[in-house]
Nanobody, 116 residues
Framework: QVQLVESGGGLVQAGGSLRLSCAAS????????MGWYRQAPGKQRELVAL???????NYTNSVKGRFTVSRDNAKNTVYLQMNSLKPEDTANYYC??????????WGKGTLVTVSS
């Protein structure tokens, strides 16, 4: 059993900040990639940010300069610091974990709502 426990979502005004966390536990064989996707109402799920075990990072263009992804390998935890939030950042944010066997796990999602 693999569990991904997300926390940190909520309601914030435009320009504000939130920090998401996702802790992975259970029978996860060597984690390679950790990160976040998001899905807004009526839209497809999209990549937000990914970080590899070696520290390589990939952001979607719309969050560059505003969001920062980081991880604590000892705790199997990934974070997403979100600054200068915009109403268009409103979505369910899903934790994403991929191990060296290319097995993928998803969290249940945490809702981020940015009011204008």
């Amino acid at each position: 059993q693999v569990q991904l426990v997300e926390s940190g979502g909520g309601l914030v005004q435009a320009g504000g900040s939130l920090r998401l966390s996702c802790a992975a536990s259970g029978s996860i064989f060597s984690i390679n990639v950790m990160g976040w996707y998001r899905q807004a109402p009526g839209k497809q799920r999209e990549l937000v940010a990914l970080i590899t075990s070696g520290g390589s990072i990939n952001y979607t263009n719309s969050v560059k300069g505003r969001f920062t992804v980081s991880r604590d390998n000892a705790k199997n935890t990934v974070y997403l610091q979100m600054n200068s939030l915009k109403p268009e950042d409103t979505a369910n944010y899903y934790c994403h974990v991929r191990n060296v066997r290319a097995e993928i796990y998803w969290g249940k999602g945490t809702l981020v709502t940015v009011s204008s």
